[in-house]
């Protein structure tokens, strides 16, 4: 049984009372459900969002501002010659 960051081992689940256990799975499955709807809604309201897709071309003001915060190397980049 996992969950979450954490989980438990064969051991503790088979020695955990029945009623724990039924408990636990219970708990288990409707945080699941919780996520999920929470994912749900959250997808659906940021249809008009700023985030991008890969593949998607890069606007032209991000290409701009990538263009104005470019800087020149401070190091030599030749072979110095023998």
């Known amino acids: 049984m996992y969950h ?4 438990y ?3 503790t689940v088979y020695n955990m009372p029945i009623w724990l ?5 219970k708990e288990i499955q409707e945080q699941n459900q919780k996520e999920t709807k929470y ?15 890969i593949g998607d071309p890069v606007p032209d003001h991000v290409k701009q ?15 110095a010659k023998k």
Not at 4 to 7: C, D, S
Not at 21 to 25: D, K, L
Not at 43 to 50: A, E, F, I, L, R
């Open 39 to 53: 994912i749900k809604d959250s997808q659906k309201s940021n249809k008009n969002s700023t985030s991008t897709n």
């Open 21 to 25: 256990r039924n408990f636990t799975v």
């Open 65 to 79: 501002i990538f263009n104005q915060n470019k800087k020149s190397s401070s190091y030599i980049s030749k072979r």
């Open 4 to 7: 979450g960051n954490g989980g």
């Open 9 to 11: 081992d064969y051991f």
